[in-house]
């Protein structure tokens, strides 16, 4: 009879492909990490731009008060979109766990440094400029696309996007009352001065 030999893998080779196929994944993870960090930043902001956008146009569209409230109280930060006149919530949305309405050391604080001048770049939901109230969390879109403050007056407002130790990929968006503008930013480096750029 003859002997046929069989090869197949040893014990020890399957156990330094595992190895190496895991070291591999390591590595990957590792290296897209901060990729992934900034993509929860940005989608973020993205959700937040356009809850601002869908309470505006759903004033516009209806002939109808809508109130946007931004909630940095709780994780996840929250945003509801409310109509003022029977206080139907129309949406709730949140932002992904590791993202919040913040502010960070190193955001520029001086009037021409901050997105539009707007607040002194310390508070993370500010839209009630240079008026003394209570409520700075909220805008009201009324049927022309103005916004208000909670007060009721015509008022811009700016609100800040980021994550705690990541601070460029931070994103701010600004709001003008009068005219119901939105406008987008986000935060650079240029030889160690931070600065806003909009988007």
Known sequence: MRSQDIRGFSLIEMVIVVLVILMVTAIAVVTMQPS???AHVANGYNITMAAIREARD???AQRQE???TFSNTAIPNTITITQVGNGNVLATYQLPTDVAFMT???FPTSPAGVPDGFGAG???IDFDQAIASPVKTM???LPDGTGQDANGNINNGVIY????NQIYSSRAITFWGATGRIRGWRL???GGTNYWRQT
């Open 66 to 68: 809508y109130s946007v």
């Open 104 to 106: 960070l050391s190193g």
């Open 58 to 60: 759903y004033a516009v």
């Open 36 to 38: 992934l960090q900034a």
């Open 161 to 164: 996007v980021a994550r705690s």
């Open 122 to 124: 310390a508070t993370a």
């Open 139 to 141: 805008i009201y879109f």
């Open 188 to 190: 650079y480096s240029n």
